[in-house]
């Protein structure tokens, strides 16, 4: 893990409220995998005061990027970012996605801006030759990001874009066409979504990773303010920052 | 090498200087050292440990609140024999002291915890917590009760072999009196402080954003009231102080030995700036030849009112 002076390069608009923020950093580029963090130090004074987690978006060269909504003072500072500025980024944190397992298609399930982690990860399944199958979900058109997929179904709340459902009901649908094939699951979202995403997993004892969120202080293990309830040890908590933020979903239990 | 002596002493205790990292807020030191050479600095005081290991409490734990948080993380830790297992082996590789903080439920827990860690010789010292409910009086507080206080003291300082700091609640009204009762019951040196209890609501749902209902608030936002708390002690009580709350930056621990604190502690700035333990040094250096000051020593307690 390292600290790092990150140039930004740019800041984009890609949908109604998705920023991409792209910066320079060649540590943190060499050393990140898909589904790590970065914590991010966006002003250089005490508002506001903690890092803020974003997951790692995609990697280039020297650059990698990040995926945000703007939700509250930090994002709302993040997206003002000027090309040449400097930002305060520790990195890449977590643990990432395992690549592993028995399975030649790799379904990715995102809701909302649970798609920031999956350009980088789909980049590095294809590099071993993993099939890609998305589903992308969101309330409404506008909360839903299909930002680089692959092979990309999309369910809305209201019906606006695609499947009128949530991305579960959608993924439910759509998974008798893959009973003959060895698959592995990898799910973003706010914890409703994974729950349910969970759950479809047990009943069909299909393999599964997800990334989860909590709220963090320090993002490195010092603080123990993200805690996530084992699901193997009920006297035991998991720290979201460090031993995740992508579990097994045989291994935790959601709020 | 500059000229400039950074050492000091909190009573009994030797320190190379006085930057030591606060309870909660290093772990047990190994995150941290991934940032850090924790041989350049004081010490580092550890995560409260109690007798048994403790789960901690429901999420949500911490909430940022202006230029600050408040956190109700429930004393989380491994326990004392894990921590003797596992994390002092670790920990015995640096040369830095080790200050264990002690967490407990009643008495008797905090003389066995005690007990139990005092002949490990990594540890140069103890810090009290007194900041937890004692279970026997209802979960009203120990710091809270100056006969509680004097009490815990006391006891450990009977099975202690090492220096023994007491670290003090600001939610009383007179911190001076508990630092007067700790030093009277035979304390080496005072913490101050811990956390203020502090709460705040999501306006939209009308919850708490902490699952606790209330935490302690740490940060840039409680400074002015440690200091406060510190200088009030250095005025009425002839004990050494270990000054604590907000400092996140060399010019804020300047203000806390000024104030009267022989050493200080960073705490939620870790989190932030997980490195500034070890930039401060030179700064403080620095300073002190700006300031023609040869010991930062020379700095406690030096306010002119
Ligand atoms: C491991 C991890 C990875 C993340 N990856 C991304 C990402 O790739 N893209 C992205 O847009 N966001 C991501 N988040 C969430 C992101 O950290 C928060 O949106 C951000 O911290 C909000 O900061 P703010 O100052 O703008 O909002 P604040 O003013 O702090 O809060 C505004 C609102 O956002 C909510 N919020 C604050 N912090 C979090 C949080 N950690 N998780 C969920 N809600 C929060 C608050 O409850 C509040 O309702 C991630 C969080 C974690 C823990
Ligand atoms: C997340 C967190 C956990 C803490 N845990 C402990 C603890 O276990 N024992 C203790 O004595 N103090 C604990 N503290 C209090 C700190 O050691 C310190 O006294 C306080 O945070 C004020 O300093 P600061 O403003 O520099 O953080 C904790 C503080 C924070 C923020
Ligand atoms: S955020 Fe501090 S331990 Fe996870």
Redesign the pocket.
């Known amino acids: 893990m390292f600290l790092a002076n990150a140039k930004v390069d740019s800041v984009t608009q890609i949908g109604t409220n998705v920023f991409l923020l792209k910066l320079q950093s060649d540590k943190i580029a060499a050393n990140a995998k898909p589904g790590q963090f970065v914590n991010i130090k966006v002003s250089n004074s005490n508002f506001p005061l903690l890092r803020r987690p974003f997951s790692i978006c995609n990697v280039e060269g020297d650059y990698f990027t990040i995926m945000f909504t703007s939700v509250g003072e930090g994002t709302l500072v993040l997206q003002k970012k000027q090309k040449g500025e400097f930002v305060d980024v520790m990195g890449s944190a977590g643990n990432g996605f395992s690549l592993d397992g028995n399975y030649e298609k790799a379904i990715i399930v995102a809701g909302g801006i649970g798609a920031a982690p999956f350009p980088f990860l789909i980049k590095e399944l294809e590099k071993i030759g993993k099939e890609i199958i998305c589903f992308s979900g969101g309330r409404t058109k506008n909360d839903c990001i299909t930002y680089e997929m692959k092979n990309v179904s999309t369910a809305t709340d209201d019906g606006s874009f695609g499947f009128k459902g949530t991305v579960v009901e959608l993924l439910s649908s759509e998974i008798a066409r893959y009973k003959n094939e060895r698959i592995k699951i990898f799910g973003c979202g706010p914890n409703a979504m994974l729950k349910s995403l969970q759950q479809f997993c047990f009943t069909r004892n299909i393999e599964a990773e997800i990334s989860t969120e909590s709220s963090m202080?320090?993002g490195f293990g010092?603080?123990?303010?993200c805690p996530v309830q084992s699901a193997t040890d009920k006297n035991k908590f998991l720290l979201v920052c460090k031993d995740g933020p992508v579990f097994n979903v045989k291994d935790i239990e959601l709020p | 090498m500059s000229a400039v002596d950074l050492s000091v002493s909190v009573g009994p205790l030797k320190l190379r200087n006085p930057i030591l990292l606060?309870?909660?807020?290093v772990g047990y030191g190994n995150e941290i050292s991934e940032f850090i050479d924790l041989n350049k600095i004081g010490g580092i005081?550890t995560?409260?440990l109690s007798l048994k290991p403790r789960k901690g409490n429901t999420p949500q734990?911490?909430i940022e609140t202006p230029s600050?948080?408040l956190?109700a993380?429930g004393?989380?830790?491994i326990g004392v024999e894990e921590f003797l297992k596992t994390k002092i082996p670790f920990l015995k590789k640096f040369d830095t002291k080790i200050i264990c903080?002690i967490?407990a439920s009643s008495v008797e827990e905090y003389v066995e915890c005690t007990k139990l860690l005092t002949d490990e010789d990594t540890i140069s010292a103890f810090?009290i917590?007194v900041?937890c409910p004692n279970v026997k009086e209802g979960g009203l507080e120990f710091g809270n009760d100056k006969k509680a206080v004097a009490k815990i003291t006391e006891e450990v300082k009977k099975v202690s072999t090492k220096p023994v700091f007491i670290?003090l609640s600001p939610n009383v009204s007179r911190i001076s009196e508990f630092a007067l009762a700790a030093k009277e019951a035979g304390a080496d040196a005072v913490?101050a402080?811990?956390?203020l209890v502090g709460t705040a609501f999501d306006i939209m749902t009308r919850k708490p954003k902490i699952k606790n209902i209330t935490g302690?608030?740490?940060?840039?936002?409680?400074?002015p009231v440690?200091l406060a708390k510190v200088l009030e002690i250095r005025r009425n009580v002839d004990i050494p102080i270990i000054g604590?709350?907000?400092?996140?930056s060399w010019q804020d621990a300047v203000e806390f030995m000024i104030a009267g604190a022989s050493a200080f502690?960073?705490?939620?700035?870790?989190?932030v700036h997980p490195n500034i333990s070890e930039t401060m040094i030179n700064d403080l250096i620095l300073y002190c030849e700006k300031m023609k000051i040869a010991s930062l020593k020379n700095l406690t307690g030096s306010f002119i009112l």
Do not use: D, H, W, Y
């Not at chain 1, 010092?222 to 303010?225: A, D, F, L, S, V």
């Not at chain 2, 502690?265 to 989190?271: C, D, E």
């Open positions: 202080a320090c010092i603080c123990q303010g | 606060a309870s909660g807020t005081v995560k409260s734990r911490v600050g948080m956190n993380i004393l989380a830790n903080n967490a810090e917590n900041s670290k913490s402080i811990n956390t302690g608030l740490s940060g840039p936002a409680i400074k440690a604590i709350g907000g400092i996140f502690q960073l705490g939620t700035v870790n989190f």
